[in-house]
């Protein structure tokens, strides 16, 4: 099985760092942003040739036309990870509709569309794996997050029917739950704060969670796995 | 992953190390660079398991330093006292990978189990636990060393198993005390968590009725049961710092069993 990796959301945070360490093993990638500036950054900083291409994961035509481009460029698909998400908090009497729609169709219907798209060429080629990233929020709930936990849980109902559904052709699905991670999404929060309740004492780092997906997209006989990265706070909250 | 050492200088005690599990994570750790200090109840099974090791060793010409056997019960609180002492003697230092697969199975339904079988279960896969945990950790916090403890549960200890409500429970228990190594352990720098396979073809699973096995099969998402090495591949990344970030988690490695 050759090694093609599409990467959505690959241009930053967790998504970026997921490419770096896959660039070093070997793998062929798409990163895929919608600022596609941005996403060939990405691309070229990571040395070799892989290609960029630019998508909103929450348009299903966006997501066709990029599967096709990435066919035709790159080759067959076999790797997918979905780390293309969004989040605006916010109580929920006070939450705006648009947001609401947003948060579920970048994190969510997005990552339905684009395991869709993937999966005729992974059941023709035999074989694939995906993890889609979650999100401990999407297990246990915050406050302030009602939506963001509604579309990070919904992946977690979604990867397991789809691991079930697609077991025996040889396709892995999985999910990284994340607790605390360093990037633009928890950029604002109060850090020394929330790490006093974490066990490992600190929030984590991008490189840690790529580990976890790489390991996710490799390790050969677990499937319909929800892998949490998050310091121990999964115990706590 | 073949060609990773990213256990070049850890010391891994590894339990049950004679067979099955335990021996398929010795071999993984020392292919990944670890010494490894084999322990298992049959100290003639451990050997074995450090000449398998020690002769791929010699063929690869890889590193690491010299694996030892080592014959304990970790039931018995004396004896896992000392077996930690000897292998900290043996090696100038506590063991940074710590991986209890040293488990039992005494099978029978709930009506009509004995309290021996109980007792032994639990006494075994969970006191063994608890007593390896806690030797383990003592060693690693009074040196103020860094660690990483991998428990084998089971998946069973998540749903359950007909005839096996010792077992069961044991391995119910495991996941609980983890946990709570991992909350207590984590500002030592000393990562817990727990591994839950599924069917895995192993001296302890061969015993199962041939019936029983079938009907398995059909179960698991993925058709097949798991082998010794897809454990293995869980614990290596576990016992690494590539799940720096990782603790207090249960790991499933099951085909999509019971998920």
């Known amino acids: 099985m050759n090694k093609v990796c599409a990467i959505f959301g690959g241009s ?10 896959m660039a070093q093993k070997g793998y062929r990638l798409a990163i895929i942003a919608r600022n596609l500036e941005v996403a060939k950054a990405a691309a070229g900083d990571l040395g070799g040739n892989h290609l960029a291409f630019s998508c909103d994961v929450a348009k299903e035509h966006d997501v066709q036309n990029t599967f096709e481009e990435m066919e035709k460029h790159l080759g067959q698909v076999n790797f997918l ?4 998400g969004i989040n605006r908090d916010s109580l929920l009497v006070r939450t705006k509709t648009e947001d609401m729609i947003s948060q579920l169709n970048t994190n969510l219907l997005g990552s339905m569309l684009t395991c869709k798209a993937a999966m005729r060429t992974m059941i023709q080629q035999q074989g694939g794996s995906i993890v889609n990233v979650g ?15 509604a579309s990070k849980g919904g992946l977690v109902g979604f990867s397991r029917a789809l691991a079930k559904e697609v077991a025996r052709k040889k396709i892995r699905v999985n999910v990284v739950a994340p607790g605390f991670v360093h990037t633009d999404m928890t950029k604002d929060l109060k850090e020394e704060q929330l790490k006093k309740s974490i066990p490992l004492g600190r929030f984590g780092e991008t490189i840690e969670v790529a580990h976890a997906i790489v390991f996710l997209l490799e390790s050969p006989y677990i499937t319909g796995h929800v892998l949490v990265v998050d310091g121990g706070l999964q115990l706590v909250v | 992953m073949a060609s990773q050492l990213r256990l070049r200088s850890a010391l891994a005690l590894v339990t049950g190390a004679g067979s099955g599990i335990g021996r398929a994570v010795s071999a993984r750790l020392a292919r990944e660079g670890a010494t490894v200090a084999a322990c298992d109840v049959d100290g003639t099974a451990a050997q074995e398991t450090v000449r398998l090791l020690d002769g791929s060793r010699s063929e690869e010409g890889a590193p690491g330093g010299n694996h030892a056997a080592f014959q304990a019960d970790v039931s018995e609180a004396r004896a896992t006292r000392r077996l930690l002492e000897k292998v900290q003697a043996s090696f100038s230092r506590p063991p940074s990978v710590v991986v209890s697969c040293a488990g039992i199975t005494r099978d029978e339904f709930l009506l009509h189990m004995s309290e021996d079988d109980w007792d032994q279960v639990i006494d075994v896969n969970l006191k063994g636990i608890f ?3 806690q030797a ?5 916090v009074s040196s103020g060393c860094h660690g990483s403890i991998i428990n084998i549960s089971s998946i069973v200890g998540k749903v359950g198993n007909i005839g096996q409500i010792n077992y069961a429970a044991s391995k119910a228990g495991v996941i609980g005390l983890t ?7 984590g500002r030592h720098g000393i990562r817990c968590n727990s591994v839950l396979p599924g069917f895995i073809a192993t001296p302890m699973t061969e015993k199962m009725p041939q019936k029983v096995k079938d009907k398995v099969i059909g179960m698991i998402p993925m058709g097949h049961w798991g082998n010794p090495e897809d454990v293995a591949d869980v614990v290596a990344f576990l016992a690494s710092e590539d799940s720096g970030y990782i603790t207090g988690a249960s790991v499933e490695v099951t085909g999509g069993l019971f998920m």
Do not use: D, F
């Open chain 2, 131 to 133: 007593l390896v945990t």
């Open chain 2, 179 to 185: 946990q709570t190594a991992a909350r207590e352990l």
């Open chain 1, 135 to 149: 999100s401990i929020i999407g297990l246990k709930g915050n406050s302030g997050q009602s939506v963001y936990s």
């Open chain 1, 81 to 84: 990870v979905n780390a293309a």
């Open chain 1, 12 to 21: 930053r945070g967790i998504g970026r760092a997921v490419a770096q360490l």
């Open chain 2, 136 to 140: 383990a950790a003592q060693a690693l």
